[in-house]
């Protein structure tokens, strides 16, 4: 059974910092992408980051860019998301999703699983 679980949300200050962790199981990791989604209340979810497990490839929404930080770990088949300089509306419900091949990191209708989601709360 594939599974991913999203953990490290919170609330923070506007300006500091959270590292958002997406466990894998039930796949060949290092076989997959993956990547980070985020929906504040009353918008669409976006695609904001993502890593290509076989080439280590990355994408960055532009919101995020110079701000977050992706990685992976492929010996514990987690993926990681460094959020710095976090902002008030960078306040959402964050995502992480796999799939072999995605096209398009940002897409999500490129993606076959998804987690539970975790809150981010930055307050101002």
């Known amino acids: 059974e594939v599974q991913l679980v999203e953990s490290g949300g919170g609330l923070v200050q506007a300006g500091g910092s959270l590292r958002l962790s997406c466990e894998a199981s039930?796949?060949?990791?290092?076989?997959?992408?993956i990547g980070w989604f985020r929906q504040a209340p009353g918008k669409e979810r976006e695609g904001i980051s993502g890593?290509?497990?076989?080439?280590?490839?990355?994408y960055y929404a532009d919101s995020v860019k110079g701000r977050f930080t992706i990685s992976s770990d492929n010996a514990k088949n987690t993926v990681y998301l460094q959020m710095n300089s976090l902002k008030p509306e960078d306040t959402a419900v964050y995502y992480c999703?796999?799939?072999?091949?995605?096209?398009?990191?940002?897409?999500?209708?490129?993606?076959?699983?998804w987690g539970q989601g975790t809150q981010v709360t930055v307050s101002s």
């Open positions: 999703a796999a799939d072999p091949d995605p096209i398009f990191f940002e897409d999500i209708h490129e993606y076959d699983w």
């Open positions: 039930g796949f060949t990791f290092d076989d997959y992408a």
């Open positions: 890593v290509r497990s076989s080439d280590g490839s990355t």
